[in-house]
């Protein structure tokens, strides 16, 4: 049942807040359901709302899409794009936690993700980066045809919609026929650029980085501004709700449930018992997997529903939720499953393994030239007018990102007999727990690493640049691998889930951010930075480098990550440790599929939205030999 959807979107219109289509409980206190749906889609992130828009263009289906947390108010804290990194919309997030990182410094990390409809899109840094052509053709080699950078691009230009000013710039120069216009997303640059953002493109290229024309050419080496996803005509944050959601919700056949959790998905296995061990397969178990529907919950206490699919089942929590779900609905590794009283279904050993992300240190240089306005300047009287100037002109300082240039740098600092060796030397540290199939999946993944850093249009690590003087540094390719595990059989256990992404477990990877703090003391020297008066932050000025033993330490204190999981679910061959086909159905299923940043192989070299987007778009534009309802 779909409640005032006529008034809600009259204060859409009048308002720009949605209240949004939501499937609430009744005055007995009852949700009322439709008893089936053709499609089911778990989670409204990135993935789950380019699906839940596009199989919902068909007017004879209908979808469901429930997500655990809830419509976003639009508040400032939200929607202005100068708010990043100054005010935390904390209310919107999974505040998770680590393990403690054994390879760091025994300490665990603060882990969030977007908790809300539109995902971590509704929290992020808006940066929109692609990563390498050759990034995705690694996709391709690790044994997915049709997943190459060709095969993509068609996919990143329909999510698009980018606009820049008219007229020739150096730092705005996007390559003919690599941007889309007409898409959903609306990517761009900045109108305000703080003045040290020059200083730094300026320092960079003193030390012979390259200005790259387009960051998002398939060729990523180089520095320039970065676009981000923000709306050109009232310059505020571009997110998959704004983008695949608002415009849709007049549509009859597409409901949204907020604010419930699925607590398992349903099979169709007789009496939807599961099966303790399918190494040996009994003649009863069906060799594909058909799954029926969702059971889900408010919460821990509250009645639980189920809820039928007749067609498909499209799983999009995130890279840490997807593979918990998976796991306590019985897919996933049989040992695992069993130790949590969980009956198998389908023995999947990749589910919650291969868990990459980027490693990275965040570094402050104060910059303690005189009369510096940074964001750390909008306090006070200033903040008001800052804030009048954006609300009249949605010009200044509020239009712009926290990151408003990056670089993207290679090894070729570093003999390549060097690199051999030291991404060679610690592949013993993988997670115990993976068999032979992850293991050659892996070693796969290495080959595929090795060449791309070796490759003089693909990056080793980022240096992203704030206003304030932060220099961070991230790894791009990392070798280290982690895992998700389900903490028990129930979902509302799982806050948070088993949650270890084994930082710097390879060496190799915290060897990257090493280097990279040695970089920015050659860089803050450069006469555009020194300009700035930048003061290194403690144990990190130029004396403290010489010492890489201490060094090394005070790298494994401050590595964190970029909130870029992914891999968990990973597209790959079965033999390989893969979760999930070609066509991003589960192995052993029939209607099960993943669309989220799970199933990305091989993380690419850059902000990993862009590739979420075109991931959904790809998967929901299957022709009629690939259809959803195969």
């Known amino acids: 049942m779909k409640l005032f959807r006529p008034v809600l979107l009259g204060v859409y219109v009048l308002l720009s807040v949605v209240l949004g289509i939501q499937l609430v409980p009744d005055t007995a206190g009852e949700l009322t359901l439709r008893p089936s749906y053709d499609y089911i889609i778990i989670g409204a992130g990135i993935g789950g709302l380019v699906v839940a828009n596009r199989l919902s263009e068909d007017a004879s289906v209908s979808v469901l899409l429930v997500e655990a947390g809830e419509l976003d108010d639009r508040a400032e804290d939200v929607t202005v794009p100068g708010n990043v990194g ?206 029926t529907g969702i059971e889900l919950a408010a919460n821990s206490t509250a009645p639980r529903y189920k809820v039928s699919c007749r067609k498909e089942i499209i799983l999009a929590a995130g890279a840490i939720l997807s593979p918990v779900l998976l796991q306590i609905s019985g897919f996933g590794p049989a040992e695992y499953l069993r130790s949590i009283d969980v009956d198998v279904l389908v023995h999947l050993p990749g589910v919650g393994s291969n868990l990459q992300d980027h490693a990275m240190l965040q570094p402050v240089y104060k910059y303690t030239a005189p009369n510096m306005f940074t964001a750390l300047s909008i306090v006070g009287d200033t903040k008001e007018a800052v804030k009048t100037e954006y609300f009249a002109n949605r010009t200044g300082p509020w239009t712009a990102t926290m990151v408003n240039a990056v670089a993207f740098l290679g090894l070729d600092q570093i003999s390549s007999q060097l690199v051999h060796v030291d991404m060679n030397a610690t592949a013993q540290h993988l997670p115990p727990t993976y068999d032979a199939t992850l293991r050659a999946g892996y070693t796969a993944q290495r080959a595929e690493i090795r060449t791309l850093l070796s490759r003089r249009d693909a990056s080793a690590y980022e240096l992203m640049v704030t206003s304030w003087g932060q220099l961070a540094v991230s790894v791009m390719h990392t070798l280290s691998r982690g895992t998700v595990h389900a903490r028990s059989s129930s979902i509302f256990d799982n806050e948070p889930p088993i949650l270890d992404p084994r930082l710097c477990s390879h060496a190799f990877d915290c060897e990257i951010l090493r280097m990279g703090l040695e970089f920015n003391n050659r860089f803050i020297a450069t006469d555009s930075m020194a300009a700035l008066l930048p003061v290194p932050p403690r144990g990190l000025t130029g004396e403290d480098l010489a010492n890489r033993t201490a060094l090394m330490e005070i790298v494994k204190s401050m590595t964190s990550t970029e909130f870029h999981p992914s891999g968990t679910a990973a597209m790959m061959p079965l033999r390989a440790g893969g979760v999930v086909d070609t066509g991003l159905r589960v192995y052993g299923t029939r209607n099960l599929r993943v669309v989220d940043a799970s199933v990305i192989p091989l993380i690419p070299g850059g902000h990993i939205q862009s590739a979420i987007y075109a991931i959904a778009e790809k998967v929901s534009s299957w022709t009629p030999s690939l259809p959803f309802h195969e």
């Open 86 to 291: 100054q005010e935390n919309p904390s209310r919107y997030e999974w505040t998770m936690t680590t393990t403690p990182q054994e390879f760091l410094d025994n300490q665990t990390r603060s882990f969030a993700q977007g908790r809300a409809v539109g995902g971590s899109t509704i929290m992020n840094g808006l940066c929109w980066t692609r990563g390498s052509a050759a990034d995705y053709d690694a996709w391709r080699n690790l044994g997915n045809p049709g997943w190459g950078w060709t095969d993509l691009l068609p996919y990143f230009l329909k999510v698009l919609g980018f606009v820049c000013d008219r007229g020739y710039s150096p730092h705005k120069n996007p390559t003919r026929g690599k941007h889309g216009k007409a898409g959903p997303v609306e990517v761009g640059f900045p109108r305000y650029v703080y003045n040290q953002t020059y200083n730094f493109l300026n320092g960079i290229q003193a030390l012979g980085i390259p200005l790259n024309d387009d960051l998002n050419s398939g060729h990523t080496r180089g520095v320039n501004l970065v676009p981000s996803s923000v709306k050109a005509e009232n310059q505020s944050r571009a997110d998959a709700r704004t983008a695949y959601l608002d415009p849709v919700l007049s549509r009859p056949n597409l409901e949204v449930l907020t604010r419930h959790t699925v607590t398992r998905i349903l099979n169709g296995v007789v009496g939807n018992k599961t099966f303790q061990n399918l190494t040996r397969r009994s003649r009863s178990v069906p060799r594909r997997i058909t799954v």
